[in-house]
């Protein structure tokens, strides 16, 4: 027996998904380890629950994955709590119907004036230049498709 593993549903990723199929013996330390995650998840989570309930003397619930989405949570509250707005400049232009904006590598938002002076100053009154993105359209394929699989017996 052997088990497909696809990170994702675009026909080049089955594709290759289909060809490195490995056998089924290569997971077992997966699903040994979901095993004991499992387990450790309910020891620790009942133990250190009513542990902490205890004296907090109130209802207190953690565990391997509430107590990391919890931390998650706090941190997500320090940032917005410590946030401190800041303001940019950013060049932009018209052409025609176009709205251009300077992006460039080094930077394309500006802390001061000053500095976007001296872009605008070296772009006004010249030709642009433009880059097109290189675009990589993925295929879908649909799961019934792969029912019937590259190759039996492999």
């Known amino acids: 027996m052997r088990r497909l593993w696809a990170t994702s549903l675009t026909a080049t990723d089955l594709e290759k998904a289909w060809t490195n199929m490995k056998k089924i013996e290569a997971y077992k330390n997966l699903s040994l380890a979901r095993a004991l995650r ?3 998840d309910g ?5 250190a629950t009513r542990a ?7 209802r207190l619930p953690i565990g391997r994955v509430l107590t990391s989405t919890l931390a998650l949570i706090v941190k997500t509250r320090q940032e917005v709590e410590n946030y401190k707005e800041s303001f940019f400049y950013q060049l932009k232009g018209t052409l025609g119907r176009f709205i251009l904006f300077h992006i460039s590598m080094k930077m394309d938002k500006f802390e001061n004036k000053t500095s976007l002076e001296g872009i605008k100053l070296e772009v006004e ?10 675009m990589k359209r993925k295929r879908k394929i ?4 792969l029912i019937s699989g590259p190759a039996k017996g492999s």
Do not use: C, P, R
């Open 38 to 40: 499992t387990e450790s």
């Open 43 to 47: 020891l620790v989570g009942m133990n």
């Open 52 to 58: 902490y309930s205890i004296v907090a003397k109130a």
């Open 125 to 134: 009154d010249k030709l642009f230049q433009y880059a097109v993105l290189k």
């Open 142 to 145: 649909h799961l019934s498709l």
